[in-house]
């Protein structure tokens, strides 16, 4: 008899954490997020700091669509750091494509590097894999956005050209 009592016992907290379990979970929807209402639209940068003083420099775009992001990244440069067959003149534009957030004054990117159609891309000139900027929101109006690079503590002017509005999709 007193090996029933035990089991009873180890029975019902069983049931009960299993409760307490299901009860406490809840499934993501299976829609992407909606991103910074502020954010959304396509914003170009327009001159970059200090250009006429470097050897490289790049201007970026971003185009903010819900919490993705699709970033073109058109570089010039007067020194040749890539293969002859890759330094194009010395002008070549990248592309990304991934998600982002923001934590407080913070935006994080985490994206891929893609071809100019936004699908993978895993060889070829310049660069591939992971592109993981982060940015210090200085200052957003309704049509600038002013950033600050944390790698590079560089300033962007970004202007806004299209105003968008999120719909979210289903995720596949």
């Known amino acids: 008899m007193p090996s029933v009592i ?8 069983a049931i009960v954490l299993g409760f307490a379990g299901l009860s406490s979970c809840k499934f993501n929807p299976n829609l992407q997020g909606k991103g910074r209402e502020d954010l959304q639209g396509t914003w170009d940068e327009g001159q970059v700091a200090y250009q006429n003083e470097r050897l490289q420099y790049s201007k970026h775009q971003f ?11 058109k570089t010039s440069a007067r020194v040749n750091t890539n293969p002859d067959s890759c330094f ?22 985490s994206a891929t590097f893609t071809k100019s159609d936004f699908k993978q891309k895993i060889s070829g000139c310049y660069r591939i894999g992971q592109y993981l900027p982060a940015f210090v929101i200085r200052k957003s109006t309704t049509d600038t956005l002013y950033l600050e690079g944390l790698q590079d503590h560089l300033p962007l002017k970004l202007v806004l050209k299209e105003k968008t509005i999120c719909v979210q999709k289903p995720l596949n």
């Open 63 to 73: 185009r903010f669509n819900c919490d993705s992001v699709y970033i073109t990244i």
């Open 88 to 109: 194009n003149n010395g002008t070549w534009t990248e592309y990304a494509k991934g998600v982002y957030e923001t934590k407080k004054d913070t935006l994080l990117i």
């Open 6 to 13: 035990p089991m009873r016992l180890f029975a019902f907290c």
